[in-house]
């Protein structure tokens, strides 16, 4: 990605496709998900390297946890955004990746219990408070275009808010799963629930006839017109391959944000 992609302002900026009350299910039960997970973790496990460049489990955590503290208080999103966008006009780099890496750097002294203890403690804040949006917030417009594939575009905060800030941590989750090889907790209710929306955006994204078959507890089967490309796959490969982390070729290579 680079800071002078094109952004893309033929289109309203893009809502939740989520209802609020099932966004606000999702989140808590993917924040629980988080911490059982964390709490599966060997302190060797902690140190495996992933799939994100410079990211060891131990980092990932410290940005997961960041997420949560972000938006477990009005002071944490306030700090997390300011102290963000100044280092990225400091540094010209992506608002996102200022982000991130200031959770990381400002977890990084935190012991993986104190990690632990944290999620826990701040993950029924954190999910208070995105249920606690107003509406007319959620329909209001990010202040900066979000990077996605080879363009930028806008979103709405409810986006932000009910959609990629639970898809970021189920994504994290499969990257960790992969890392340490541990089994990824999924059931249709949840997961199936997160590929599903998955699947539609990608598929209003692209608007091609296609096939889809996903395979495993999260999976189904999708369909756009007569003909089309045929896919068949794991679904959490899937879900890596339109997030640019796995191999993608054809319709795969159309961007979802995570």
């Known amino acids: 990605m680079t800071t002078d992609q094109a ?9 939740s496709s989520l209802d609020h009350a099932t966004a606000i299910a999702l989140a808590a039960t993917e924040y629980e998900r988080v911490a059982s997970l964390f709490d599966r973790l060997s302190a060797e ?3 495996r390297p992933t ?8 980092a990932m955590a410290g940005h997961m946890l960041g997420m949560v503290q ?4 009005l002071p944490g999103f306030i700090s997390q955004q300011v102290g963000s966008q100044r280092a990225a006009k ?3 780099g992506l608002a996102i990746d200022a982000l991130t890496a ?23 804040k954190a999910t208070r408070m995105r249920r606690r949006v107003p509406p ?9 275009a979000q990077a996605v594939g080879e363009t930028k575009e806008w979103w709405t905060m409810g986006y932000l808010f009910d959609v990629i800030l639970t898809r970021d941590p189920f994504m994290h989750r499969i990257d960790i799963c992969r890392a340490t090889g541990l089994s990824m907790e999924a059931t249709s209710q949840h997961e199936g629930v997160l590929v599903d929306d998955a699947v539609r955006e990608w598929a209003g994204r692209h608007g091609q006839p296609y096939h889809l078959t996903l395979s495993g507890p999260a999976g189904g089967t999708w369909q756009h017109g007569g003909d089309g490309e045929t896919i068949q796959m794991d679904a959490f490969d899937f879900c890596r ?11 795969l290579s159309v961007e979802v944000p995570f």
């Open 45 to 47: 496990q902690w140190t």
């Open 102 to 124: 200031l959770q990381v750097r400002r977890n990084a002294g935190l012991s993986t219990t104190e990690v632990l203890e944290q999620l826990r403690r701040l993950a029924p």
């Open 241 to 251: 391959a339109i997030a640019r982390r796995g191999p993608a070729e054809g319709l």
């Open 51 to 58: 799939d994100c460049p410079d990211w060891d489990v131990r």
């Open 7 to 15: 952004v893309r302002s033929d289109s309203p900026p893009r809502p």
């Open 136 to 144: 007319f917030i959620r329909r209001a417009k990010l202040s900066d």
């Open 70 to 73: 972000m938006v477990a208080t």
């Open 90 to 92: 400091r540094d010209g």
